[in-house]
């Protein structure tokens, strides 16, 4: 189940493959540029999906880069605000 409407699913879906299209999957020795993880050990995290996920911006359709699912879902989960990822790296810190 995905939180936007269908017609916004939709359109988030051609957007996704448009992008895997143009930038293409990354090297076979390719590792999430946050967790470092290789494919090898992050494949099946993201269901049936592969091991990377398209990285973009929502309001520029722009592309980012390849992340891991779960590394992918962290930054979404903090709606790519880096503030609030701020506040989370200080509640963290010792």
Known sequence: ??????????????VRKDLR?????PEEDY???ICLRSA??????GGRAGAWVVDHCHSTD??????CHSCN??????EDSTNMMQRAIM???P
């Open 1 to 14: 189940m995905r939180p936007e409407c269908r017609s916004c699913n939709n359109e988030l879906s051609r």
């Open 40 to 45: 090898e050990e992050v494949d099946g995290k």
């Open 91 to 93: 509640y963290l810190s």
């Open 31 to 33: 590792t999430c540029p």
């Open 62 to 67: 722009k592309f980012r880069g390849w992340l």
């Open 73 to 78: 879902r962290g930054i979404g989960y903090f």
């Open 21 to 25: 299209i143009t930038h293409g999957m």
